[in-house]
């Protein structure tokens, strides 16, 4: 407990004195709800606007979750291997599995910070939410889905990826990219087919999708992400994604040679 | 018991043996410098007893222990900076100790204790991105000195520090000597093997001597070693120098030749001469007690820092 704590401790303070980590995770999915929140929403009925403001809110966050997982996370591991870390930490007494733990660990104190900061910018620039009793905890069970996915793309990506630059753009490219993608950042209903099947297949989109559902309302989201397949497929691919980064970390992430 | 103990090392790599049959006995307390330049596998060797990386063959042992099973004993300082710049020098080796099971005011006390002995008492609480080159390495060190360490390997440690940082570093070292703790110097530089109580050359993955500095010195280089620069470097000063050195060999480095003579004294003025004579303007010469750097060119008959870039 004492490793894991230790680990912990080192990667948040890490994370919250990294000003480029902060602009990412934080600053630039608020400065997105604050242009998405003035800018996209004058052609809708007025009544309607705090709820488009909420589902932008939701998409920032998720998105802020995403480069959490899936920059931060690679650019700690591969930073520490190029540093020579990894090789002091394979010499010392410790096990590979206590330190992903404390580094897995700060990324969700770092995701759930930067959620929570994030959706409070949204409800202060306007957002509402229709979802206010049981909605709540199953959004907070999506938004952990979310982070698992992010934590497992971004395992495998600072597993497979050797320097730090790389894995840092790496990671913002699949974030970015992904996001664009899958009716992230544009309408699901905007998408062409294929994309949109994208859309309910990748986890995070599919998970973001649900969380909209869920606290903005029905109407704010094209299709239904809480049937069962879908809900199914959504934990199942997200799980998978962490289970594939942490078993790729594991077996080649403390490997040096 | 040994506190290191190798035997007919064999590590491989694409084909290519990287250490070839390497031998190596380190008793406790020891400081042992391992010298030679660069793809040498000296690094390799450092990995290895540091149970980073795993040999194909041969025996490794510290205290009679493989390595992976003897990291309690193990105190690493690799080659790369791997201190977090962004925390300061007290968070880092309060991360360590954490991590060696140390922990709340345990931890705390050791680390006090672990700055003061490194000398950074006054700087503990600053950001390690403000330190100098000198004082991260010694800060990284210090991750290396907890208690129950009993073997130390650093990694060409004094790369990039001026010379004031490289003595200050030394003189912390001297220090860490006096605690039976055995030490393993990996370096390119003759001046930093110098300083340890005995000295292994190692090229192309073989060992290819071992004593102390001044046995080295009197089996492998007896001669004196003649610097000399001249305006311009050509054939023709080359085959002038040629004719004054031992065996006719001439080292070339950037700050000129290097030759070897059995009788320096006498031979110096006449080279001058010589030098003058055939149109070449010597621009600095001076003669000097031969270094470890020439007893590997003596054995390998390459330049050290040649061999190294």
Redesign the interface.
């Known amino acids: 407990m004492?490793?894991i704590?230790?680990?912990y401790?080192?990667a948040v303070?890490?994370l919250l004195?990294?000003k480029a980590a902060l602009f990412w995770t934080i600053a630039w999915p608020i400065i997105w709800i604050l242009i998405g929140s003035f800018s996209f929403t004058g052609s809708a009925p007025q009544q309607v606007v705090p709820y488009i403001k909420g589902s932008i809110a939701i998409s920032m966050m998720v998105f802020a979750l995403m480069i959490a997982g899936m920059s931060n996370l690679p650019a700690s591991i591969a930073g520490?291997r190029?540093?020579?870390?990894l090789?002091?930490?394979?010499?010392?007494?410790?096990k590979p599995y206590k330190d992903f733990l404390g580094r897995i660990s700060a990324v969700i104190t770092l995701s759930l910070l930067a959620a929570a900061l994030v959706i409070v910018i949204g409800i202060i620039v306007g957002a509402r939410f229709t979802g206010a009793g049981v909605e709540i905890p199953q959004a907070i069970g999506f938004v952990f889905l979310v982070i698992c996915a992010s934590a497992g793309v971004g395992l495998i990506t600072g597993t497979l990826i050797k320097n730090l630059q790389g894995a840092i753009m790496t990671g913002v490219g699949i974030a970015v990219i992904t996001s664009a993608i899958s009716g992230l950042f544009f309408p699901y209903e905007g998408l062409p087919g294929p994309l949109q099947t994208f859309a309910r297949v990748y986890p995070i989109s599919s998970a973001q999708a649900s969380i909209v559902h869920l606290l903005a309302g029905p109407d704010m989201v094209a299709y239904n992400p809480l049937t069962f397949g879908q809900m199914t497929l959504t934990i199942v691919l997200s799980f998978a994604l962490l289970l594939i980064g942490t078993v790729l970390y594991s077996r080649l992430g403390w490997k040096?040679? | 018991m040994f506190a290191i103990h190798i035997e007919n090392l064999v590590k491989i790599y694409d084909n290519r043996r990287v250490l070839d049959g390497v031998n190596l006995d380190v008793p406790e307390g020891e400081f042992y410098a391992l010298m030679g330049p660069n793809g040498s596998g000296k690094t390799t060797l450092a990995s290895i007893i540091a149970a980073v990386k795993t040999q194909d063959s041969g025996i490794v042992e510290i205290y009679g222990k493989k390595p992976a099973q003897a990291k309690e004993f193990i105190g690493y300082v690799p080659q790369e900076n791997f201190s977090s710049p962004k925390l300061s020098g007290r968070e880092n080796l309060v991360y360590f100790a954490n991590l060696l099971g140390y922990s709340g005011s345990k931890a705390n006390q050791l680390v006090t204790e672990v700055l003061k002995n490194v000398g950074l008492s006054e700087e503990a609480d600053k950001r390690v991105a403000k330190y100098s080159g000198g004082m991260r390495k010694k800060l990284e060190v210090a991750t290396a000195i907890f208690p129950g360490i009993k073997v130390l390997i650093l990694d060409e440690p004094t790369t990039g520090l001026d010379p004031a940082a490289r003595r200050s570093f030394f003189g912390m070292v001297q220090d860490i000597m006096g605690r039976k703790t055995s030490i393993i110097l990996i370096t390119h530089i003759g001046s930093d093997a110098e300083l340890a109580s005995k000295v292994g050359l190692i090229d192309s993955g073989k060992m290819i001597a071992e004593g102390t500095p001044d046995e080295l010195k009197r089996q492998h280089a007896v001669e004196d070693v003649i610097t000399v620069e001249t305006a311009v470097k050509t054939d023709s000063v080359l085959s002038v120098l040629k004719g004054y050195s031992i065996n006719g060999k001439v080292a070339e480095s950037e700050a000129g030749y290097k030759i070897y003579s059995g009788n320096g004294d006498r031979v110096l003025a006449d080279m001058v001469r010589s030098l003058d004579q055939a149109g070449h303007k010597v621009m600095r010469i001076e003669m000097a007690r031969p270094t470890l750097e020439d007893v590997f060119f003596r054995l390998t008959e390459r330049h050290l820092q040649e061999a190294t870039g």
């Open positions: 004492r490793q704590s230790a680990a401790a080192k303070k890490e004195r990294e520490d190029a540093n020579g870390l090789s002091k930490l394979i010499s010392m007494p410790i040096l040679e």
